[in-house]
């Protein structure tokens, strides 16, 4: 097992040290409302009237739940989404890796704090939630299709987790214990028992990362049951819609009715139990969090109704729905995935917490499976669209993750409006910001895995990291200027036996050379996209993955990519953006060649990627400003024009204006 890790690259520990000194600091200021930001409510699906735009109310919620507990008759308000707590905790999983990595004593004692003033919420018999504690507790558990009860739960079992294994204390898990064996005694297959699931996965994914750290067995027991009961009854959440309407009950997403044609059964991935689906529908979050702990589930229970499932979901999303920066999630209505090949560069939702729900997917697939298609997936959502979600100070952030984006049409089209152009400062609906933060904290649990005593290098991140295989110690450095050079060298400065390290040989890599003590070798078989060689101390290996700037072309059945090429080098994917190359992007045309170099004075330190291609003029006589819209289609007028391309996650970090991955070849 790995038993720790330190990393040491500057790309990464530039981003880790941005989101520790100042995204997580400014999280908790947003959280405790201790600032003003101005709260985008683009994003809440229902009427965002209905919400303060300049208050969280994420930790208020709690001390207004702990006052409703002890009796007080004026609590407080309770405000913001239905699952506002959620938010709390993935910042206290946030600060969790953060304290792997580094002391923090600051965020530790916030994080403490808030620790305690979530524990003084939670009920006696475990039960926490602060929306039907403090605003409907007689509807606890009962409108479980929106509730996000155990989801919220969820989150809060998964920063416990994290933060036993970072600070060695228990407070937080005995809440995170005491709320599972809440669910535990209300949900399960007995008579009397709820014989459903929320509406939302996470809470499936949590108990599998609880029994893995306490190897309680009920954990185990009561997520296979949660994955097995959905869709058993495609009709359990639609029940419960019509009982809250006939109940008078109001919806949890103000202003969105209960019962709306985005929420039925296929929606929630309950419309047949979960080995019978083979396409990737609904909400893409609930997705790939469901997928992520049929993984793992299948993993630690060996239960093949689960592996099959993962499996099936697998292939749907990464062969037919997925764009090429790991975003998922064509569409806006209901967040959701909707057909094969039907991949809108611009109207796209490609949900930032989507992108690191497939990011946790992919990775706990390649630690059953050990195949390396999974680990391209996984730097591709990470490199790509999850890096994007963010400023890169920290302090601005995206929900939604375009491959092309015009903030005029983004203005004037109510079918755009969801596609900012400009990252706020927070959300009414606030799921990624947080996610986005434990996500870059945690980067040192995808560096590696281990299977059958060998060592995957899952990605390539530069590093010192300390194994356990089976009782024998050894440190493994990895030193690398990735993602912008494909040189990385592994030394082995301590082992107490010989190893088998796995490297994995990325699919874009067309050529890759490997040198172990100086020596080439010539004689590896990859296996799954791995290539496995034997190391003992004092080693020194070497591989170089070519690393070119490509053209890629998408499949002919992608409508919106048909006839375009991108540009991608290594697993960074490149995008024109108005502030280099004009506006009216679709004129630009790429040119033969792509000559690429490093500016250490652009973006914090970028690639950057020309080409001498060409622009569509609007000399014409058809294309005057007088002219009519439409005319007879004759030979058209070029001018050259040298495009300069720039990291796809970089993008909207200057001016605001036009942005494109899918550009025109050579005309
Ligand atoms: O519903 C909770 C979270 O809010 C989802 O995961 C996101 O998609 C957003 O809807
Ligand atoms: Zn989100």
Sequence with gaps: MLENIEITSPFWRERQQTIARQMIPYQWEVINDLQHVDIAVTNTGGDSSALDSDKSYVVENFKVAARKKQGDPNPGKRGGMVFQDSDAYKWLEAVAYTLECQAALELRHKADQLIEIIGAAQEDDGYLNTYFQVNEPERKYQSLYMSHELYCAGHLIEAAVAYTKAT???????????????????????????????GHEEIELALLRLYELTHEERYLKLATYLLLIRGQDPDFFGAQQRRDVALGRKSLIPGLEIIHPDFKAPYFQSDKPVYEQTEAKGHAVRVVYLCSALALGAALSGDERLKKAADNYWRNIVMKRMYLTGAIGSSAHGEAFTGDYDLPNDSIYGETCASVGLIFFAHYLLRAQQNGAMGDVMEQ???NTVLAGMNLDGKGFFYVNPLAANPYLSQVNPGLRHVL????????????????????MSLGHYVYHVSNNVIYNDLFVASTARFNLNGAHLTLKQSTNYPWEGTICYEVPQAEQSFTLALRIPQWCEHFTVQLNGETKADYQLEQGYLKVQLQQGDK????????????????????????????????VFCAE?????????????????????????????YVIESHGQRRTMQEPSLTVASPLYHKAQPLHYQAQTIKLIPYYAWCNRAEGEMRVWLNPMP
């Design 168 to 198: 060695g204390t228990t407070q937080f898990l005995s809440i995170a214990k005491k709320l599972a064996d809440n669910i535990d005694a209300h949900f399960g297959p007995e008579e009397g028992k709820i014989h459903g699931a929320d």
């Design 381 to 383: 959502a990470l490199y």
């Design 421 to 440: 152009t400009r990252r706020p400062g927070w959300f009414a609906c606030a799921c990624c910001p947080p996610n986005l933060a434990r996500m870059v």
């Design 541 to 572: 290996l070497v591989l170089t993955l070519d690393m070119p700037a490509l053209r890629v072309a998408a499949d002919p059945r992608i409508d919106a990519d048909y006839g375009k090429q991108a540009v991608v080098r290594g697993p960074i």
């Design 578 to 606: 108005e502030v280099d190359n004009g506006p009216n992007l679709q004129c630009l045309h790429l040119g033969a060649d792509l000559e690429g170099h490093y500016d250490p004075n652009l973006l914090g330190g970028v």
